[in-house]
């Protein structure tokens, strides 16, 4: 009898460590299954290239983490970086200096992150439509502003934040690493980012408990505003340019990252740095199938798949996407 | 009365079920007479649920066996128990909404015509021919969800009484029941009792044994404690055997009520819920307030807890008038609501208790002044202190506040108001759904508080509670203070007569 009750707290105890560590696990699995099968993959170039794509898909996901955590969510993280990356390049172009094109930048994910926490949060519309609607209303002024057209002319020296290296390191991944530990402290470990969490478990009884439960969605969006001009501040500056639809790629991609971050060592839970976890795994696996000369298409086909299986294994999909 | 029969036609002998941990009964006996309304109590978690699904056929007993009419029967599905003519009435009342009252009441055998088609007048005359059938207040080919639970009753007992069953297991039945409904529902059980049928009615609340059963079983502790008439049966003896102690031990002694008014309610309105209430609540008192369901008393808690808007009248804390338009300004004027739904309103469940018991007071736990940065050292030292004041069974601070008992889970969200150091504490059903040892802690940590000059609202459907801990007992109906009992007048016999009065 007890012999038998303790295979299976065994087995359950295997089990609950497959559930937490599996997508970490996976995600090591795959990193040594490429290293192994593609040489491409193992080279000093593709791994700074993979820090890269890493970064910037990290600080977007990074705030609709701020979000999810709450059981909201912001389809307008693309667009806002968009929108960021367009006035920044507006104003260089102009020759505004870099510090201030930059400060008008982030004004753009606040001042959206407000618009969309204001619907939300005080006017109680579904984040679903309101953060979509925002995200077409940003995207379409900013093809208004640019007529279209990509913004080119932007000086070299803007070019540092995404492209440039400190001891051989690449600045934005030193960026993202700044942030997220910044994000992830501020949710562990200050009054907020305990209620935020409270908020996220039971909004109900979270506002019985004296949580001002509108202020504090309201600052979830401003935080994911936030976060997403930082990422349109880096994107442009990784490429140089800035263009309209820049950015639009990264709100399925967060999406991904953070429900496979809710299947990670906190399951059911949004939390950073497993999130973190989720974007290496959806970074490393489209590299390996692109080394691999699997067309696009069927990428974008796999990182849907990716998602659904997160949502399933996060066991949260229907608690957050009910809203 | 004298259509019982002295000799029981159902026997359930012997019953004993095991559960991982824990034994949910211990050699059960339990029988039933013909024409009878036989009452089996206990507190949450003595074993009444489990012997009753043992019945239905839904769960398996290890050891023991049942018998009909003397003859030894198996029941492995609730199918069997169907056969035997026992039917069996949960509290989620098993009803298709969507479905006429006709259908719902058919299920599953529907009359045919001769052309072999259902008709809604077969169906109609079908229900009309069924033997004692309830009359329904209501056009049978409406939709059942439609109707007032009452009638929904009624609709799934002519059900069982379609299928001739002998036996009508009612689980808790008026949890969600009106006061004027638990009048019909009892008038409907007085025919079904004079139809010859047997009625086996699960109950905790004493006071309803009294107005329907003839006889009792009391369950505590996965035991029978024994079966009794309810005729010349005074409520102290049938407490003893509920609680297995004294009245009067359950309850802490009452403390001497102080001058001074924390809370002043005038004239406080809420639409068509609540009416004019005025009190005033004074430090060191427990105030009682004892209503139906329906009555306003949870939202006449939500009112003073700012978690609903007021229509009318005002709240005044400490003399000053305060305006509340959400629990953070109450809570700031240190008003606290333990609610009635604790799960739902009290608890976040995926939050350790460390979390929970600091979460209305995250100001304690601040590093310095300047930044709003939590110390983990002092949250742990504060979670601390009121987790082993209200004695909290856990494995520690941080286990899930989801994988404690209800018990357990009340302590913690008490621990959170302690915590904040609250000076009127609202309780709204502080007992519902826990076990007899929390319930005595919890009635001992409410006397405490009081004693140390908290201000205490006690909500209760429990009215021995109400009279057991009140210093003074608001009786409120139809969202209007009837009267309110002071001293002598508070006991359990004057709340009761007062409530059922209509």
């Known amino acids: 009898m007890s012999e038998k009750a303790n295979t299976l707290s065994n087995r359950v105890r295997v089990m609950s460590v497959l559930g937490k560590y599996g997508?970490?696990?996976?995600?090591?699995?795959?990193?040594?299954?490429?290293s192994i099968a593609l040489p491409p993959f193992r080279t000093a170039d593709n791994i700074v290239n993979l820090l890269g794509q890493l970064s910037l898909l990290s600080i977007f996901a990074a705030g609709m983490t701020c979000c999810l955590k709450m059981g909201d969510f912001d389809l307008s993280i693309g667009a806002m970086g968009a929108m960021t990356g367009i006035v920044v390049g507006q104003l260089l172009s102009h020759g505004y200096s870099i510090p201030l094109s930059i400060a008008a930048g982030l004004m753009v994910g606040l001042a959206a992150g407000c618009v969309n926490g204001l619907l939300v949060a005080y006017l109680e519309l579904s984040a679903f439509v309101c953060t979509l609607a925002t995200a077409s209303i940003?995207?379409?002024?900013?093809?208004?502003?640019?007529?279209?057209?990509?913004?080119?002319?932007?000086?070299?020296?803007?070019?540092?934040?995404?492209?440039?290296?400190?001891?051989?390191?690449?600045?934005?991944?030193?960026?993202?690493?700044?942030?997220l530990t910044l994000l992830s402290?501020?949710?562990?470990?200050?009054?907020?980012?305990?209620?935020?969490?409270?908020?996220?478990?039971?909004?109900?009884?979270?506002?019985?408990?004296?949580?001002?439960?509108?202020?504090?969605?309201?600052?979830?969006?401003?935080?994911?505003?936030?976060?997403?001009?930082?990422?349109?501040?880096?994107?442009?500056?990784?490429?140089?340019?800035?263009?309209?639809?820049?950015?639009?790629?990264?709100?399925?991609?967060?999406?991904?990252?953070?429900?496979?971050?809710?299947?990670?060592?906190?399951?059911?839970?949004?939390?950073?740095?497993?999130?973190?976890?989720?974007?290496?795994?959806?970074?490393?696996?489209?590299?390996?199938?692109?080394?691999?000369?699997?067309?696009?298409?069927?990428?974008?086909?796999?990182?849907g798949a990716v998602l659904l299986l997160a949502i399933v294994l996060s066991g949260i999909g229907s608690r957050v996407l009910r809203r | 009365m004298d259509t019982i029969s002295k000799t029981p036609f159902f026997e359930a002998k012997g019953i004993v079920k095991d559960f991982p941990g824990q034994r949910a009964l211990d050699d059960v006996d339990f029988d039933v007479r013909a024409g009878e309304v036989h009452a089996l109590i206990g507190e949450n978690g003595a074993g009444k649920s489990t012997l009753i699904k043992i019945i239905a056929g839904l769960y398996k007993a290890d050891r023991g066996s049942i018998f009909i009419d003397g003859k030894e029967c198996s029941i492995a599905s609730p199918k069997d128990s169907q056969n035997l003519g026992l039917a069996f009435i949960h509290q989620e009342l098993n009803i298709i909404p969507t479905l006429?009252?006709?259908?719902?009441?058919?299920?599953?055998?529907?009359?045919?015509?001769?052309?072999?088609?259902?008709?809604?007048?077969?169906?109609?005359?079908?229900?009309?021919?069924?033997p004692y059938v309830l009359n329904?207040?209501?056009?049978?080919?409406?939709?059942?969800?439609?109707?007032?639970?009452?009638?929904?009753?009624?609709?799934?007992?002519?059900?069982?009484?379609?299928?001739?069953?002998?036996?009508?297991?009612?689980?808790?039945?008026?949890?969600?029941?009106?006061?004027?409904?638990v009048n019909e529902l009892f008038k409907s059980i007085e025919?079904?009792?004079?139809?010859?049928?047997?009625?086996?009615?699960?109950?905790?609340?004493?006071?309803?044994?009294?107005?329907?059963?003839?006889?009792?079983?009391?369950?505590?502790?996965?035991?029978?404690?024994?079966?009794?008439?309810?005729?010349?049966?005074?409520?102290?003896?049938?407490?003893?055997?509920?609680?297995?102690?004294?009245?009067?031990?359950?309850?802490?002694?009452?403390?001497?009520?102080?001058?001074?008014?924390?809370?002043?309610?005038?004239?406080?309105?809420?639409?068509?819920?609540?009416?004019?209430?005025?009190?005033?609540?004074?430090?060191?008192?427990?105030?009682?307030?004892?209503?139906?369901?329906?009555?306003?008393?949870?939202?006449?808690?939500?009112?003073?807890?700012?978690?609903?808007?007021?229509?009318?009248?005002?709240?005044?804390?400490?003399?000053?008038?305060?305006?509340?338009?959400?629990?953070?300004?109450?809570?700031?004027?240190?008003?606290?609501?333990?609610?009635?739904?604790?799960?739902?309103?009290?608890?976040?469940?995926?939050?350790?208790?460390?979390?929970?018991?600091?979460?209305?007071s995250l100001k304690k736990l601040l590093h310095g002044s300047f930044l709003p940065i939590l110390s983990r050292h002092k949250e742990k030292n504060v979670a601390h202190q009121y987790y082993e004041r209200t004695k909290v069974k856990a494995s520690g601070l941080n286990q899930c506040v989801a994988?404690?008992?209800?018990?357990?889970?009340?302590?913690?969200?008490?621990?959170?108001?302690?915590?904040?150091?609250?000076?009127?504490?609202?309780?709204?059903?502080?007992?519902?759904g826990i076990d007899v040892g929390a319930k005595f802690a919890i009635y001992e940590m409410i006397a405490d508080l009081a004693r140390q000059g908290t201000g205490i609202i006690l909500i209760s459907s429990d009215l021995t509670e109400v009279a057991g801990l009140a210093h003074r007992v608001i009786v409120l109906d139809g969202g209007e203070i009837k009267t309110i009992l002071d001293g002598d007048q508070v006991d359990l016999k004057t709340i009761t007569s007062l409530l059922l009065a209509s």
């Not at chain 1, 940003?138 to 932007?154: E, Q, Y």
């Not at chain 1, 009054?191 to 408990?209: D, F, K, L, Q, V």
């Not at chain 2, 009624?154 to 009612?170: D, G, H, P, Q």
Request: charged fraction near 20%; glycine fraction near 8%; aromatic fraction near 8%.
């Open chain 1, 23 to 34: 997508t970490i696990i996976s995600l090591l699995i795959l990193v040594l299954a490429f």
């Open chain 1, 138 to 179: 940003l995207t379409g002024a900013t093809m208004a502003i640019t007529k279209g057209m990509a913004i080119w002319d932007l000086p070299v020296r803007y070019g540092i934040i995404g492209q440039g290296y400190l001891y051989g390191i690449p600045i934005r991944f030193i960026i993202m690493i700044v942030l």
């Open chain 1, 185 to 303: 402290l501020f949710h562990g470990f200050t009054t907020i980012g305990r209620r935020m969490e409270a908020i996220g478990g039971n909004p109900e009884a979270a506002r019985m408990s004296g949580i001002n439960v509108r202020f504090n969605r309201l600052i979830g969006f401003v935080l994911s505003g936030l976060c997403s001009s930082i990422g349109g501040i880096v994107l442009t500056s990784s490429v140089l340019s800035a263009n309209a639809t820049q950015g639009a790629s990264y709100v399925l991609e967060s999406f991904g990252a953070c429900f496979i971050g809710a299947a990670t060592v906190r399951i059911g839970q949004f939390h950073i740095w497993g999130t973190f976890v989720g974007v290496m795994f959806l970074v490393v696996a489209v590299n390996g199938l692109i080394i691999m000369m699997v067309p696009g298409y069927y990428t974008t086909m796999i990182q």
């Open chain 2, 100 to 130: 006429s009252v006709a259908e719902n009441i058919l299920l599953p055998n529907y009359p045919r015509n001769r052309f072999n088609i259902v008709t809604k007048s077969a169906m109609v005359k079908a229900v009309k021919s069924i």
């Open chain 2, 136 to 181: 329904i207040d209501a056009d049978l080919t409406t939709p059942a969800g439609q109707l007032p639970v009452i009638q929904q009753w009624k609709a799934i007992i002519n059900r069982a009484l379609a299928v001739n069953s002998r036996i009508i297991f009612m689980d808790e039945p008026t949890s969600s029941l009106t006061h004027e409904e």
């Open chain 2, 191 to 360: 025919h079904l009792r004079s139809a010859g049928k047997a009625i086996v009615y699960v109950s905790h609340r004493m006071e309803e044994v009294f107005r329907v059963a003839d006889r009792v079983t009391v369950i505590r502790d996965a035991r029978k404690v024994g079966t009794a008439e309810v005729a010349g049966m005074e409520p102290q003896q049938l407490y003893k055997m509920m609680l297995g102690r004294e009245l009067r031990d359950i309850y802490p002694q009452k403390n001497k009520v102080q001058d001074t008014v924390l809370l002043e309610v005038n004239n406080l309105s809420r639409d068509n819920i609540l009416h004019n209430v005025s009190f005033k609540l004074h430090a060191g008192e427990i105030l009682g307030i004892a209503g139906l369901v329906g009555s306003g008393r949870t939202v006449l808690a939500r009112l003073i807890f700012g978690a609903m808007r007021k229509d009318g009248g005002e709240i005044k804390v400490n003399g000053k008038v305060a305006a509340f338009s959400n629990p953070m300004d109450a809570i700031e004027h240190k008003i606290a609501l333990v609610p009635e739904d604790r799960r739902k309103q009290g608890l976040i469940l995926s939050m350790d208790s460390k979390k929970n018991i600091t979460l209305a």
């Open chain 2, 403 to 432: 994988d404690l008992s209800g018990g357990n889970q009340q302590k913690v969200v008490l621990s959170k108001w302690l915590c904040s150091e609250a000076h009127v504490l609202i309780f709204d059903e502080p007992t519902r």
